[in-house]
């Protein structure tokens, strides 16, 4: 498979750049969103192949209406 437009969701910083520099290392493009409200934002301005976030989030944001 080729490589993917992901887009990272996390708040902590360090858990992102775990999460970055794996996915980098099989050669996948990789933005990061530090919560909720800016993961809507980016992925409402461009197409990501895949969007990643932790399971136990505690960040609840409302899609925009």
Avoid: K
């Amino acid at each position: 498979a080729g490589a993917l437009d992901v887009l990272v969701v996390e708040d902590n910083e360090i858990n992102r750049l775990v999460l970055r520099d794996m996915l980098a290392r099989f050669g996948h493009r990789v933005t990061e969103a530090a919560d909720g409200a800016d993961c809507l934002r980016q992925a409402a301005a461009r197409r990501f192949d895949q969007r990643t976030a932790p399971s136990t989030s505690q960040t609840r944001t409302a899609p925009p209406r």
